[in-house]
Nanobody, 123 residues
């Protein structure tokens, strides 16, 4: 089993930045891609970004391209989401996810989920 714990959420003004972190623990964490999703009030959970196990491939939702950057720590069991130029539409609970495949598509179901961290952008 894999446990994912997110941190770094909070309240920020529009135009500001936040950096989310997700730490993975549990069984040997090898060849797992990781990603971020978000769910705004009254909306379905949506894909934000994904990064391959090696960190060499990344994919982003169109709504965050150029503003968000996903990356992995050197130990591969941590993933980050740097969020810049935040807008009110980015307000959501952000979830970390892990995949048993190396390079998932945005529509690939994740195998493990974190509990989520709230990001609120005030306009």
């Amino acid at each position: 089993q894999v446990q994912l714990v997110e941190s770094g959420g909070g309240l920020v003004q529009a135009g500001g930045s936040l950096r989310l972190s997700c730490a993975a623990s549990g069984r040997t964490f090898s060849s797992y891609a990781m990603g971020w999703f978000r769910q705004a009030p009254g909306k379905e959970r949506e894909f934000v970004a994904v990064i391959s196990w090696s960190g060499g491939r990344t994919y982003y939702a169109d709504s965050v391209k150029g503003r968000f950057t996903i990356s992995r720590g050197n130990a591969k069991n941590t993933v980050y989401l740097q969020m810049n130029s935040l807008a009110a539409d980015d307000t959501a609970v952000y979830y970390c996810a892990a995949y048993k495949v190396n390079v998932p598509a945005p529509t690939t179901p994740a195998d493990y989920w974190g509990q989520g961290t709230q990001v609120t952008v005030s306009s």
